[in-house]
């Protein structure tokens, strides 16, 4: 069972997007060091953390449309994320796991207003809720609905604009057709707990009670808030006045996927909800505390799939549309001898067996200080309600993945990215792979042909990215560059390098960029018929059939994800042609013209691929080069000067970022002004 969450994290410089991410306790965790972090910090065994699954989908809605392939890529994370091999300081854990001290505020699990497009309640489901109010068992199922607007989550507050107790003889909002001088709204809050079911997947029309489990997609506790005199008594009964107010509708705190609620043998007619224990209890602002309602799902008169295909008689369900399956016996208008209402300061606890608790605090009124993420308008942990009590928080670009990291670099675009980068042991390669950590990169593979170099660049990098963050405790600390020996012409060890940056060096199995600057320049002052053969086929294999054999290797896993950069180092030299370098000006021109067609091949899937092609750069390739041969580069330039290392990779760090996501199969320049096509 997978149990999703929706969350915002605690950031020093404010609250960023939500995330998406799986519940797990800390006993799931089987890693001697998180369990020594754990008692080391007085964190119990019962203690929520997450897993993030932003890189599988960026909604919950999103994710249960995606099916079995998401689930068992979100068990993977969570296995990876509990084994008992994983290290806290592991990159996989500062990428993945966010744990509870890290959660600023739990939100509900569907964004009301744009995951939930229809809001479905069933009314009298519960044979005992039937018989305490003396009424016949419903033939058919009672349909209504609430707005998705209604929906808040865990820890926020519900709203009651009661009356001041005054002279006024406004007992509820829909006595006059006016704004009242006090805002009154109901002096009759009601409490409701439910069984909330998520469509996974589209239900076709009239689709059969046997087969309606397969378009469910999980479970979740639902408040059905009530204002019973709005709803019973306001001009004849003013249901959805009485059912559709800001803050009737908390949901949570997870959505637990419906695969292991399913009975092993499959044939499951009541879809795993034949028996959940479902539960509310109310702790009075004075202190009282007492179970309201408790009975179990086996007293449903419609089961979840009777419900699910009674519903597709009238209409098509979409993945996130919500259904409340109906409250069990003991809601505070029909108890006796006297009804029992929520007040000010009044907490209640809806629960149900295998999915959680749901705990939300009645306000009188709220000032609406909240933050930018707060869907519908309602007060969180991070707001201040006028009571005096208050309760007491990647298909696609990587970004999703960890939202929380906001003091670091200014132009941190590249943050959770996983890149290779070829020729990083010197020159352009080795200034890119900085820039790329620079920018976010969290793990930056560098590929060349000796391992003695690129250990010595690897350790260099690292102590250079240390002095650039010197200071920020927001930086991670973990290592980042790792030296791979290759031969980039040998497709099956470029296979092989890359699958071992994926599954070994990678947190999330994620390939996100790819820059290939390995480049030989071979002989040159050459006219085309004193070039030697052997030197002409050397220069080839490098620079273009290692470029072919790179993105071969990596846009299988870039297909996965939906994502990817690919940044080719041509030249100048390929577009132009330079006298005296055959072999060189033609292998740049086949780079371009290869990352023109996989730009072209591949826009549909995220992923883009882009050439950069710089005029002469100061680097040792250049400066091995004889000098008649760099001034007759650089007469050419405008601006009389070799391109800096710098300046490249700072181009190269743009055209990997998601901000270049619109331009592929484009051959950037970087010439001084000597090209400007």
């Given amino acids: 069972m997978v149990k999703l969450a929706r969350i915002e994290t605690s950031s020093p410089a404010g609250t960023k997007s939500p995330i998406i991410a799986c519940q797990i306790l800390s006993s799931s965790f089987e890693s001697a060091d998180v369990q020594s972090y754990f008692a080391e910090n007085g964190i119990p065994p019962s203690a929520s953390h997450y897993v993030n699954i932003s890189s599988i989908a960026s909604s919950a809605s999103e994710f249960l449309s995606l099916g079995a392939p998401a689930l068992a890529k979100a068990r993977h994370l969570i296995e990876k994320a509990t084994s008992p091999d994983v290290a806290l300081s592991s990159p996989f854990i500062s990428m993945n796991v966010i744990f509870h001290e890290k959660v600023k505020r739990i939100l509900p699990p569907l964004d009301g207003r744009s995951e939930v497009g229809k809001f479905l309640c069933i009314g009298m489901n519960y044979v005992d809720h039937c018989e305490e109010q003396g009424i016949q068992v419903p033939q058919v199922p009672v349909v209504f609905s609430k707005f998705g607007s209604c929906i808040v989550g865990p820890g926020d507050f519900i709203p009651r604009h009661g009356p001041s107790g005054g002279k006024s003889s406004q007992t509820h909002g829909g006595m006059t057709a006016t704004l009242d001088e006090d805002p009154v709204v109901t002096s009759k809050l009601d409490f409701e707990v439910e ?294 012409t040998k497709l099956d060890k470029v296979t092989d390098t890359f699958r071992h940056v994926a599954n070994t060096l990678s947190p999330n199995n994620r390939i996100d960029i790819l820059v290939q600057a390995a480049g030989v320049v071979g002989q040159t002052n050459l006219l085309t018929h004193q070039v030697n053969e052997e030197n002409f086929d050397f220069v080839m294999s490098i620079n273009v059939k290692g470029i072919f054999n790179g993105c071969h290797a990596c846009l299988p896993y870039m297909l996965e994800q939906n994502y990817g950069r690919i940044i080719n180092i041509a030249s100048i030299a390929g577009k132009e042609g330079n006298a005296g370098m055959l072999a060189y000006s033609t292998s740049k021109a086949a780079v371009i013209g290869l990352t023109k067609t996989i730009g072209k091949e591949y826009a549909l899937n995220g992923i883009t691929c882009n050439a950069i092609a710089p005029a002469v750069v100061q680097t040792k390739m250049v400066a091995d080069m004889p000098a008649e041969q760099v001034k007759y580069m650089t007469d050419k330039i405008p601006m009389k000067r070799c391109g800096k290392v710098e300046e490249v990779a700072a181009l190269v760090a743009f055209v990997a970022s998601e901000e270049a996501g619109f331009t592929t199969g484009f051959c950037w320049d970087a010439t001084g002004g000597r090209s400007v096509y």
């Fill in 195 to 488: 069984l909330g079911i998520v469509i996974g997947s589209t239900v076709p029309r009239f689709t059969s009670a046997e087969d309606a489990h397969k378009y469910i997609g999980g479970y979740t506790v639902i408040h059905d808030v009530s204002a019973r005199d709005l709803q019973l008594e306001a001009n004849g009964g003013q249901w959805l006045l009485g059912k559709c107010g800001d803050g009737y509708a908390p949901i949570g705190p997870v959505i637990a996927t419906l695969d292991e609620f399913l009975r092993s043998d499959c044939n499951d007619p009541f879809a795993g909800a034949g028996d959940l224990h479902i539960e509310c209890r109310l702790t009075q602002k004075e202190g009282d505390s007492m179970t309201v309602q408790s009975s179990s799902t086996s007293n449903l008169v419609f089961s979840t799939p009777q419900i699910v295909s009674y519903l597709s008689k009238f209409m098509t369900l979409y993945p996130g549309d919500t259904i409340a399956t109906g409250t069990p016996p003991g809601v505070g208008c029909f108890r006796k001898p006297d009804p029992l209402f929520l007040k000010d300061g009044d907490m209640i606890e809806c629960e149900i067996e295998g999915i959680g608790i749901l705990r939300n605090t009645v306000v009188e009124q709220l000032r609406l200080e909240t933050s930018e993420s707060d869907t519908n308008g309602i007060a969180s942990m991070e707001t201040k309600p006028t009571s005096a009590h208050s309760s007491i928080d990647i298909k696609g670009p990587p970004s999703r993945i960890d939202p929380s990291h906001d003091s670091l670099p200014q132009k941190y675009r590249l943050k959770n990215t996983v890149a290779i980068v070829t020729g990083a042991a010197r020159g352009i390669g080795f200034g890119i792979a900085l820039r790329l950590a620079l920018e976010g990169a969290v793990v930056v593979a560098l590929i060349d042909m000796k391992q003695d170099e690129l250990d010595d660049a690897a350790s260099q990098l690292e102590k250079e990215l240390r002095q650039a963050h010197a200071g920020n405790k927001d930086i991670p600390v973990e290592r980042v560059f790792y030296g791979l020996a290759c031969d980039v």
